[in-house]
């Protein structure tokens, strides 16, 4: 199928298979593009490229044929990798408790960083328990699950806002534990 935008953009509304496949072979090359210089991780861009074209197709009905195709997809792959980066630099890999106590980062790499890796994760899990027990699952679904604030909000039927508020709480709380 040659690409004709107002013929795909059909396609996909109807779930015409040869649309999607004429998007992509015509997307393909340029969304990875984009995608890589965000990333910079060769896997991880296939993956947002394949669910950036999956997204636009789950998502066609929001599509306003007075923007181009292409800058609606190009916006879908742009969010879609800040998503990713968020979720991926939300994971603690360095926490500063005080000026000359830090912990190590993820990049374990002797046996001795390993050790005290894993002591200084069991006093985290430690102070995540301390906390009232509906702000732990709330902080242990954000930095541990890697749920958004808004998925949390849906799981526990509250408002994104009182979510936001309870982890940036939970984490000055823990700060302190973990400085004890």
Avoid at 109 to 127: G, S
């Amino acid at each position: 199928m040659k690409y004709e935008e107002h013929i795909v953009v059909e396609g996909l509304r109807k779930g015409d298979s040869q649309a999607y496949k004429a998007m992509v072979s015509r997307f393909k090359t340029s969304l990875y593009v984009l995608i890589f210089n965000f990333i910079n991780n060769k896997d991880d861009a296939e993956m947002l490229m394949t669910h950036s074209f999956e997204d636009a197709c789950l998502n066609i009905k929001y599509y306003q044929p007075t923007n181009k195709f292409s800058t609606w997809l190009f916006s879908i792959a742009k969010n879609n990798c800040i998503d990713f980066i968020r979720t991926k630099n939300r994971r603690i890999t360095e926490v500063p408790l005080t000026e000359d106590c830090k912990f190590i980062s993820y990049g374990v790499e002797t046996p001795e960083d390993l050790f005290i890796y894993n002591q200084q994760m069991e006093m985290v899990e430690r102070a995540v328990s301390k906390l009232k027990c509906k702000t732990r699952l709330m902080v242990e679904e954000y930095y541990f699950n890697g749920l958004q604030f808004h998925e949390i909000a849906d799981k526990y039927q509250e408002p994104s806002s009182t979510i936001r508020v309870r982890v940036l709480r939970a984490r000055e709380r823990l700060k302190e534990l973990l400085t004890k």
